[in-house]
């Protein structure tokens, strides 16, 4: 039995001596599978450490591509910018050469047009020399010409002088003959007029009526012949009166005027506007005349009117004052204006209103021999305006 035992405990002994040597075997290949294990995770590491490595270049280049890109958008707008802007610069090009053709065939229209005005001008030039040589020629014939005429003139101021003289003379002849027969008529005109008021008065019982209207028209007539012998000496004494020039109150005279001619007034006395009238130089009792005329006009031509006003004023023109009287009276019709300030000229029947048709003559007269100016305006039934200019005081 204990052989039996001995040789199983040997085989026992030998295998766990090859257990041992297999767990030994086993703990080295472990220790080299460690060590490969160990090199290994090195080199993953290694290796991760070179990815790493790798994927920061990697991103590097990645914002290196991204910028690129962005500079190469911006880079193509900048492109496409300045595509654009040759595109309008090619544009305007276009337009620019087209206003430079325009303006050249402008250039050469105007070009051509001043080609043409240099023609006419060179045309009118020689025109013009031959207008001044028949200007030059002209000119000589003028001055003979003048000379003929002044030579005529001479002549003719020699005639009008003695032409003049001679009229001078025939009118102070034919005035003195006017005042003469006109004071040599105002006596039996007189007598006429008053032995047949006594006539009327002496023998009125023995007298029939037909012979009394007779003599009463024998002595109507007489009185407006009176009248008229007595408006021919006035007007003929006025060729003969020196004028005295002084200073003239023209508002007092007016309203002296006034006064005195509304005193023969009876019926349809008109009402007075009387504005400012600025003094004038001439002979007052003259002027006076003026105003009386033209005012008893004024008040004659409007009593046929239920009102009326009579407008006296002034206003200055140059160096002359111009008067003025306004009525809204009768007025006359213009188309026989050149006859109004004539002798015994009158633009109302006798029945309408009466007169002699010199008072106007008169009032010419006067502002004539004042170196002034009378005239009128008129509307038939609505009135009359008579003008009459004196020189300034200031003058």
């Known amino acids: 039995m204990k052989k039996d035992d001995s040789d199983e405990l040997m085989i026992a002994n030998r295998k766990i001596a090859f257990q041992h ?53 911006i880079a193509n707008r900048e492109l496409i910018f300045q595509n654009e802007e040759k595109e309008n610069r090619a544009a305007e090009l276009v337009i620019a050469n087209k206003e430079l053709a325009f303006q050249n065939e402008e250039k050469e229209n105007r070009a051509a047009e001043l080609v043409i005005a240099n023609k006419e001008l060179a045309f009118q ?41 001679q ?29 047949t008021k ?30 008229l012998i007595d408006d021919l000496l006035a007007f003929s004494k006025l060729g003969r009166k020196q004028v005295t020039v002084s200073k003239i109150d023209m508002l007092d005279l007016v309203h002296q005027v006034k006064e005195e001619v509304l005193l023969e007034q009876h ?15 001439g002979d007052k009792s003259l002027i006076k005349q003026v105003w009386i005329n033209l005012i008893s006009n004024a008040i004659k031509y409007s009593r046929h ?11 200055e023109e140059e160096d002359h004052i111009v ?10 019709d213009m188309q026989y204006y050149d006859k109004l300030f004539g002798v015994f000229q009158r633009l109302h029947s006798q029945e309408e209103f009466e007169g002699t048709g010199i008072g ?23 009135g009359s305006c008579f003008y009459f200019s004196l020189l300034h005081i200031n003058h």
Request: no cysteine.
């Open 305 to 315: 009117k239920e009102k009326t006003t009579i407008e006296i004023g002034a206003y």
């Open 267 to 281: 019926k349809n006395m008109p009402e007075f506007n009387i504005t400012a009238l600025p003094n004038a130089k």
């Open 198 to 227: 006594i006539l009327v008065e002496d023998y009125e019982s023995v007298i029939d009526e037909d012979g009394l209207k007779i003599l009463q028209s024998i002595i109507n007539n007489s009185k407006k012949m009176g009248v």
């Open 21 to 73: 040597q297999e767990k030994e075997n086993r703990a080295a290949e472990l220790i080299i599978a460690n060590k490969e294990l160990l090199f290994q995770n090195e080199e993953r590491e290694n290796r991760a450490a070179e990815l790493a490595i790798a994927n920061k270049e990697l991103i590097f280049q990645n914002e290196e591509k991204e910028k690129r890109a962005a500079e190469l958008v």
């Open 360 to 382: 106007l003559a008169i009032v010419h007269r006067i502002v004539q021999r004042h170196e002034g100016k009378v005239w009128a305006e008129s509307i038939l039934d609505e």
């Open 323 to 332: 008067y003025f009287v306004k009525d809204g009276g009768a007025g006359f």
């Open 125 to 165: 030039n020689e025109e013009k020399e031959k207008r001044a040589e028949e200007l030059v020629i002209a000119n000589r014939e003028l001055k003979n010409a003048e000379d003929e005429v002044r030579q005529l003139n001479d002549e003719l101021e020699q005639k009008v002088a003695e032409r003049t003289a």
């Open 167 to 195: 009229l001078e003379y025939v009118n102070k002849e034919l005035e003195s003959f006017s005042y003469s027969v006109s004071h040599d008529l105002r006596a039996p005109i007189r007598a006429i007029n008053g032995y």
